[in-house]
């Protein structure tokens, strides 16, 4: 009976994954989003101050109708293969269950046949690194469909800089600190051997 319970529940937990695990690959998406960022190549924006505008809409040399199934645009910052170096963590897989590639949520907006943007001030936790921008399209089944993105298909032009908030902030945070405690350490010490003194003088 527990046996047959536990096939039973496997077999529909298989189902489901085999369900939900659909492999869409990248390669396999057109890319029917043009997309752009309003920061220039090389530019260095700072995480958690710095803001980016991004600006998308079809292609319009796509036949009318290429995006009739076109729900929901989710758009997500990207490391380019400079920041992907030596860090398997951020490792590019055509699978997009598995891709590390854009890691970084900036918003999820309804798809509209005209032109929208979206202005995304960068988030505090994002690390130092070189970047581009890329935009999901889902269908009403939340399936990706389409894409577009900030830079061309090698991730080679238009790329952009995030600096951290940066250790320097943190060593001089530390510093303060430290200074901090040192002066209560001295105050006290003074106030110490002041006592003393006052006390061995009452002695004589
Ligand atoms: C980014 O946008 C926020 C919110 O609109 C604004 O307060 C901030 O000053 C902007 N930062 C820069 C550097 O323009
Ligand atoms: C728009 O699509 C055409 C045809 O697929 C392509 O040649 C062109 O490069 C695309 N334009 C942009 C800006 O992506």
């Known amino acids: 009976m527990a046996v047959q ?51 998308w809409s079809l292609n319009t040399s796509l036949p009318v109708g290429t995006d009739s199934g076109y729900k929901t645009v989710k758009l997500k910052l990207c490391y380019a293969p400079i920041s992907q ?19 970084h949520k900036i918003a999820s907006q309804a798809y509209s046949s005209s032109s929208s943007t979206f ?28 894409y577009g993105q900030t830079t061309d298909a090698h991730k080679a032009t238009n790329l952009f800089d995030i600096q951290a908030i940066s250790g320097s902030h943190v060593s001089l945070h530390v510093a303060s600190v430290c200074f901090s405690a040192f002066s209560v350490v001295s105050l006290f010490g003074f106030f110490f051997l002041e006592k003393r003194k006052s006390k061995s003088s009452q002695h004589k």
Request: hydrophobic share 40%.
């Open 85 to 103: 170096k030596d860090r398997a963590w951020r490792k590019t897989v055509d699978d997009l269950a598995k891709d590390k590639t854009c890691q």
């Open 119 to 146: 202005t995304w001030t960068l988030q505090k936790d994002v690390p130092t690194g070189t970047y581009f921008v890329r935009a999901y399209v889902h269908n009403s089944a939340d399936e990706v469909v389409a």
């Open 5 to 55: 319970h536990f096939l039973a529940a496997s077999a529909l937990l298989l189902s489901c994954l085999a369900v939900t695990s659909y492999a869409v690959t990248f390669s396999s998406l057109p890319r029917t989003l043009v997309l752009s960022v309003s920061t220039t190549q090389g530019h260095v924006l700072r995480a958690g101050e710095d803001n980016i505008t991004l600006a």
